[in-house]
């Protein structure tokens, strides 16, 4: 029986080492992607945040090259891999409203349209928008940027789980 399990495991260990690179993180990178490059995010939003295009673009390398075996490379005609962001959206409006009809709580919405590309294969791994939201207290204005980058935060989480997890 053990020796049986042994099989199979080793079967598994073999067919997922076919199919690409596999992190503890969970992540999957195609074995022949080596490098990626992340040009700084266009923010074409109507935010009053300021830097979220910096703030969104160090959040993939830190995802993308901390938690992968993916190099950075700044210049996107040679690398392996390329992602690509635009923030298209911000909104920030009242999540729910309190006596004589005033905000308690605002939310901060953020969509951004991502598109991954295999530039050895010369195709599209992911071409999506992806939108996040976070509430803050109404009564504290200074929390929007807080919000802001919590938002920031679960949409890079999503981009790289959907990047990764294509196989």
């Given at each position: 029986?053990?020796?049986?399990?042994?099989?199979?495991?080793?079967?598994?260990?073999?067919?997922?080492?076919?199919?690409?690179?596999?992190?503890?993180?969970?992540?999957?990178?195609?074995?022949?992607?080596?490098?990626?490059?992340?040009?700084?995010?266009?923010?074409?939003?109507?935010?009053?945040?300021?830097?979220?295009?910096?703030?969104?673009?160090?959040?993939?390398?830190?995802?993308?090259?901390?938690?992968?075996?993916?190099?950075?490379?700044?210049?996107?005609?040679?690398?392996?891999?390329?992602?690509?962001?635009?923030?298209?959206?911000?909104?920030?409006?009242?999540?729910?409203?309190?006596g004589q009809e005033r905000a308690t709580r605002n939310r901060v919405t953020l969509s951004v349209t991502v598109v991954y590309r295999d530039q050895v294969e010369d195709?599209?791994?992911?071409?999506?928008?992806?939108?996040?939201?976070?509430?803050?207290?109404?009564?504290?204005?200074?929390?929007?940027?807080?919000?802001?980058?919590?938002?920031?935060?679960?949409?890079?989480?999503?981009?790289?789980?959907?990047?990764?997890?294509?196989?």
């Open positions: 029986m053990v020796r049986a399990l042994r099989a199979a495991g080793i079967g598994a260990i073999t067919l997922l080492a076919g199919c690409g690179y596999y992190s503890f993180t969970g992540a999957t990178i195609p074995s022949h992607l080596s490098t990626i490059a992340i040009p700084l995010a266009e923010d074409r939003s109507l935010s009053t945040v300021p830097a979220l295009d910096e703030q969104l673009t160090r959040l993939f390398v830190s995802r993308f090259v901390g938690q992968t075996r993916l190099s950075l490379e700044s210049v996107p005609s040679e690398a392996d891999a390329v992602l690509e962001a635009v923030i298209d959206r911000y909104q920030n409006q009242p999540a729910s409203v309190g195709r599209e791994l992911v071409r999506r928008v992806f939108t996040a939201f976070e509430e803050y207290d109404a009564l504290d204005p200074a929390q929007e940027e807080a919000a802001a980058a919590a938002a920031l935060e679960k949409i890079a989480d999503d981009v790289f789980t959907a990047a990764t997890s294509n196989w």
